[in-house]
Nanobody
Framework: VQLQASGGGLVQAGGSLRLSCLAS????????MGWFRQSAGKEREFVAS????????YIADSVKDRFSISRDNAKNIVYLQMNSLKPEDTAVYYC????????????????WGRGTLVTVSS
């Protein structure tokens, strides 16, 4: 499945952004969708994931009270809503997909988008 992320940009600390990821597949409902991020000099880390139905979500502790994930299976889109952004949220954000069982193990995610840069200024 091909994934195209969008919505990144420059925002001041405390602001909000919503990232979108469009999946080009006829079977979007079959995939667990996730968001990961990678900051300069750091390893890529899990941010959030959502079940096939959209009823279950998993959010990293570091962003738990500020970020949320959702999906629209009719439009083949997964969203990452980011509120109260902090400078440490600055990173390239990637959406990813897989049709297996893990929600947080990035090694299980086999399809990756190119990433969208989020920069949070202080």
């Amino acid at each position: 499945v091909q994934l195209q992320a969008s919505g990144g940009g420059l925002v001041q600390a405390g602001g909000s952004l919503r990232l979108s990821c469009l999946a080009s597949t006829l079977t979007f409902r079959d995939y667990i969708m996730g968001w990961f991020r990678q900051s300069a000099g750091k390893e890529r880390e899990f941010v959030a994931s959502v079940s096939r139905s959209g009823l279950r979500t998993y959010i990293a502790d570091s962003v738990k009270d500020r970020f949320s994930i959702s999906r629209d299976n009719a439009k083949n889109i997964v969203y990452l809503q980011m509120n109260s952004l902090k400078p440490e949220d600055t990173a390239v954000y990637y959406c990813a997909a897989h049709d297996d069982y893990s929600y947080t193990d990035q090694d299980q995610f086999r399809s990756w988008g190119r990433g969208t840069l989020v920069t949070v200024s202080s």
